[in-house]
């Protein structure tokens, strides 16, 4: 039962991280911190398709 609360959190803070990375203004930033940014969204991403997989079955 803890694992799916640990789940249900992880996926709201990971859904929030991807949200705020998202809102970035990515106005005068040099294409390694694109770089940086865009790999960090990936991740999340990830790991938020993992959380669903493993909370709601897929």
Same mark, same amino acid.
């Given at each position: 039962?803890?694992?799916?609360?640990q789940a249900k959190?992880?996926?709201?803070?990971?859904?929030?991280?991807?949200?705020?990375?998202?809102?970035?203004?990515? +106005?005068?930033? %040099?294409?390694? =911190?694109? *770089?940086?940014?865009?790999? +960090?969204?990936? %991740?999340?991403? =990830?790991? *938020?398709?993992?959380?669903?997989?493993?909370?709601?079955?897929?």
């Amino acid at each position: 039962m803890t694992d799916k609360v640990q789940a249900k959190q992880d996926l709201e803070f990971c859904s929030t991280e991807l949200s705020k990375y998202q809102n970035l203004s990515r +106005v005068g930033l %040099r294409h390694s =911190e694109l *770089i940086a940014i865009d790999s +960090v969204m990936i %991740r999340l991403k =990830e790991r *938020i398709k993992n959380l669903r997989e493993a909370l709601y079955g897929a």
